[in-house]
């Protein structure tokens, strides 16, 4: 601190990593190396610090709810795109724990194209997404959208979710580092990894250790997909950070045929988890259908 910078304690198997955080330019390795109980120093030049391989080799996971992220098994977080009454999300809730699934997804707060589109329903959604988390014991995940929204959300689900619109949101991501809750990171429209990981920087610089980067498709030329999915983002990914990967193959293909070959790539690719978008009758969804 009396150097003008913060540290963040690494707890590791066998040794403990400081990571000092700041404008470190002026500071000269040599400075710590005399120290007592330091190994060595290593200056970290990539531009995002705390999300970084270099910082923490050993790859991160966490618990929620008795369902660990990161770990060994690939974890399948489903549900609707959005949550349009008590008894369609309780039968999607159903329906997903029967096939395995270990989380609910559903969509309180909409972030529509469209001002005339379906919005969600707010935090009546959010009530009914905890009634059918309490009856089902699985854990839920929503989207927030504003920092005012924030405390309220939180106060309901599981895990934030950030959407690919608000990956630069950095009032949003500051305040959500600053949160108790997990949070899911989705790559913005036209992101490059590099963006997104310092996007997740922002949400570790605050504090909040306990995040889910999530590759969703990214905008180019094609038509014939809703978006381009880069099933490459998980090995690269994986390579730079120690965050848990996942893959949502709904929106980022867009047509339901194509979800389970792409989800199986994912997989096959290393992701630690899947966002698959699940409704009991799709032609006539809210949004998304």
């Not at 470190?24 to 007592?36: G, H, I, K, N, S």
């Not at 965050?243 to 790539?265: Q, T």
């Amino acid at each position: 601190l009396a150097l003008g910078c913060e540290t963040r304690d690494i707890q590791g198997a066998e040794i403990t990593i400081v990571c000092l955080i700041g404008n470190t330019r002026a500071l000269q390795t040599e400075q710590f190396e005399m120290l007592p109980g330091v190994d060595h120093v290593q200056r970290i030049q990539r531009p995002f610090k705390l999300v970084s391989k270099e910082v923490q080799p050993e790859k991160s996971s966490f618990d929620v709810k008795g369902v660990t992220v990161g770990g060994n098994d690939v974890v399948v977080i489903a549900g609707p795109c959005s949550i349009e009454s008590s008894a369609q999300f309780r039968e999607v809730g159903q329906a997903v724990k029967a096939t395995g699934a270990k989380m609910i997804r559903g969509g309180a707060f909409k972030p529509r194209t469209s001002p005339y589109s379906f919005q969600g329903m707010g935090e009546g959604g959010l009530k009914i997404m905890a009634d059918v988390s309490e009856e089902t014991g699985l854990p839920i995940i929503s989207e927030v959208m504003q920092v005012d929204t924030l405390p309220m959300v939180a106060e309901y689900v599981d895990i934030l979710q950030i959407g690919a619109r608000n990956m630069q949101n950095y009032p949003l991501l500051t305040a959500i580092g600053k949160s108790h809750r997990p949070a899911m990171l989705k790559r913005g429209l036209s992101a490059t990894f590099e963006e997104m990981l310092l996007a997740a920087e922002y949400i570790l610089a605050g504090g909040n250790e306990h995040v889910i980067l999530c590759e969703r498709g990214i905008r180019t030329f094609e038509t014939w997909t809703r978006n381009t999915l880069d099933i490459s983002a998980v090995p690269v990914l994986q390579t730079y950070s120690h965050l848990p990967v996942f893959i949502d193959p709904s929106h980022g293909v867009g047509h339901s045929e194509y979800v389970a070959p792409v989800a199986k790539a994912a997989i096959a690719a290393g992701a630690d988890g899947l966002m698959i978008e699940v409704h009991q009758d799709p032609e006539k969804a809210v949004s998304d259908g």
